[in-house]
């Protein structure tokens, strides 16, 4: 037994993710935007026990002021500490960017998935209705239905979710496409496996690589989606707080507190930088046209 | 050429009746009606309103005289502006926008050509990655951040520019094109930089090297027609987000266009206006998304000859 477990790693090559690893560990920047995001999420994740003050403890006397060493990011003009209240803002772009996105996923991947497993005319018909989708102006019926349903956070998953997955069938469809025709799928089948099983066993986890990078690229583009909606104070409403409403606050009243605009500004640029920079690392890591150099 | 057109066409057809199903149905469900302002009325003069509106039908029915009209090209009269018709309101507000938008998309395309046919000439190299690393900042960097920060910074601090308004001070144009393109040059350099790439390791290109042709005319003359070919198929989708970028812009700079007036209607739950402008808005981009298909079609041989071969 344990003499077999040893030929077993000696016998071992470099799987697909481990290449990826070692790909994706030399690009720099790559991984200084996912220390950056892992940060990131650590503090959203401890900011109600680590945020220096209350998030609406107010001190109307002291009113804006500039950074200081009691207030690292300065205060609002109620007097407000800007560093507790980025750190709450930054829970909620975070969270919206990751659930809007793991919907988006969800649907993407199972609609992708089975039109281009079943193929045919499903698949003809499926697809039909995607390109109606993408030539809707998804802008639009995102700002018509936050102004018709009211202003709610579930609702904005769902809204920027249902954008988002378009991309997402598309890709899975297309590499379901080409894995549908290869031995190992036609081996499950002879070997009278369901469908279904030959799906979530053996086509989606092959469809992996495209998918997360993908992924990736998705979750700065919602978060900036959200941004945009808060902004023109169609998204996240108060008390409630994101980067996107404080920008919103912040452009209010730049000309005397400028510095009210840019924390949360780098706050959210540098969460994109952060993302996209992972996302163009991993699409070179994952990309098998890259082979091994 | 003629007939891919006309296919193409013809498919937008569905998809503008999904467009104005859709939004008649969600304009339509929305609590609380355009009449119900802040001032109680009387209960006669509400349904003297409706009527006048046609409001008080079924829905089906007010659904099939609206696509009637739009058939027409009459979008009805505005809720909100009594008097004025949405087409009067479109009209005015178009003209400021697509100026608007023109002079983002000269920014964005000679920023970001130049920037990316620069990258892509030294690859791997400072010369590529200035430019890049410049161009992910214009993509983290979200409209309604650069501009307020433009206005901050040219407007406030060095006092060179106007900050508001169109048209009514020399020079106010400037920021809100900047805002608006800066975005849109940064992927455009993305695309061109990655279309040269793959433009300038083919082998017409090392024939016009040994024939001992100049860099510039190579690139000018050879490269950039096949090279740009990503950039034209992003025009199209481009200029869907251009409209969505006006929203933003629009209202840092207070520039009366068209985006400026959707989210005022749709503040307003203004019926006619928020249908009238989603209708024409998807028009808009379906014009132009065929467009630039057909201009990539005129620029690719290879996808010139595949549609001749339907």
């Given amino acids: 037994m344990d003499a077999n477990s040893t030929t077993l790693t000696a016998e071992k090559g470099t799987s697909l993710w481990e290449d990826a690893w070692i790909k994706l560990r030399k690009n720099h920047l790559a991984i200084v935007g996912l220390g950056l995001l892992v940060f990131l999420c650590v503090i959203s994740l401890l900011t109600p026990w680590i945020a220096p003050y209350g998030y609406e403890q107010q001190d109307l006397l002291m009113g804006a002021t500039p950074p200081s060493a009691e207030h690292w990011l300065g205060t609002d003009v109620f007097g407000r ?72 956070l579930l609702l904005l998953f ?16 297309g590499q379901v496409m080409s894995l549908r025709k290869q031995e ?15 799906i979530r066993r053996h086509i989606i986890p092959n469809t992996l690589g495209p998918v997360i990078v993908y992924t990736t690229l998705t979750i ?40 009210l605009l840019i924390f949360p500004g780098i706050a959210l640029s540098l969460t994109l930088f952060a993302l996209n920079f992972l996302g ?9 046209r890259t082979a091994k150099d | 050429m003629l007939r891919f057109a006309l296919s193409r066409l013809l498919q937008a057809i569905p998809v503008l009746l999904v467009v104005i199903t859709m939004t008649f149905l969600l304009v339509h469900s929305a609590p609380g009606g355009p009449f119900s302002a802040d001032k109680a009325v009387p209960a006669e003069v509400l349904e003297a309103l409706e009527a006048q509106y046609n409001l008080n039908q079924p829905l089906w029915q007010q659904y099939i005289s609206y696509l009637g009209d ?8 505005s809720f909100k502006y009594p008097g004025r018709s949405v087409n009067e309101l479109i009209y005015s507000g178009l003209g400021t926008t697509a100026e608007l938008g023109f002079y983002a998309m000269l920014v964005a395309i000679f920023i970001g050509v130049i920037a990316g046919v620069t990258a892509s000439m030294r690859p791997n190299t400072m010369q590529d990655y200035v430019p890049m690393t410049a ?90 027609r096949g090279g740009l070919i990503p950039v034209v198929a992003f025009l199209g989708p481009a200029f869907a987000g251009l409209l969505g970028g006006s929203f933003v812009v629009e209202t840092i700079y207070q520039i009366p266009g068209l985006g400026r007036f959707y989210v005022q209607a749709a ?17 808009l981009i379906i014009v132009f998304n065929l467009l630039s298909d057909m201009l990539a079609v005129w620029l690719n041989p290879k996808l010139r000859q595949q549609v001749r071969g339907e």
């Avoid at chain 1, 996240?236 to 400028?258: D, F, H, R």
Wanted: with cysteine.
């Fill in chain 2, 267 to 283: 503040f307003n739950r203004d019926y006619t206006m928020i249908l009238g402008t989603t209708v024409f808005f998807a028009t």
């Fill in chain 1, 280 to 288: 163009d690392g991993l699409r070179d890591a994952l990309d098998p």
């Fill in chain 2, 70 to 77: 739009v058939v027409r090209g009459d979008m009805g009269p």
């Fill in chain 1, 184 to 198: 190992f799928v036609e081996a499950a089948h002879s070997l009278g496996l369901s469908q279904w099983i030959i």
């Fill in chain 1, 81 to 152: 500490d800007m560093l507790t209240r980025i750190m709450y803002g930054g829970r909620v772009s975070l969270m919206v960017g990751f659930i809007a996105t793991a919907v988006a996923l969800a649907i993407g991947v199972i609609y992708g998935a089975v039109a281009g497993y079943v193929g045919g005319r499903v698949d003809a018909v499926m697809m039909r209705l995607v390109d109606i989708l993408y030539a809707l102006p998804f802008m639009i019926f995102i700002i018509l239905l936050m102004v018709v349903f009211g202003r709610n």
């Fill in chain 2, 135 to 224: 161009a992910m900042i214009g993509i983290c960097m979200p409209s309604f951040l650069l501009g307020p920060l433009l206005v901050l910074i040219f407007g406030i601090h060095l006092d060179w520019l106007p900050v508001s308004g169109w048209n009514q001070i020399p020079g106010d144009k400037i920021l809100p094109a900047i805002t608006l393109g800066t975005g849109y040059a940064a992927y455009i350099a993305r695309l061109s930089r990655g279309g040269m790439l793959e433009v300038l390791s083919q082998d017409y290109i090392r024939t016009a090297r040994a024939k001992g042709l100049s860099e510039f005319l190579i690139i000018g003359k050879h490269a950039l």
């Fill in chain 1, 220 to 259: 700065p583009s919602v978060m900036l989606l959200e941004a945009f909606l808060s902004f023109l104070g169609l998204g996240i409403q108060p008390p409630q707080s994101s980067w996107g409403l404080l920008i919103n606050y912040g452009v209010e009243t730049m000309e005397e507190y400028p510095w």
């Fill in chain 1, 158 to 173: 769902f809204a920027i979710g249902a954008v988002e997955w378009l991309t997402m069938a598309r890709i899975v469809r």
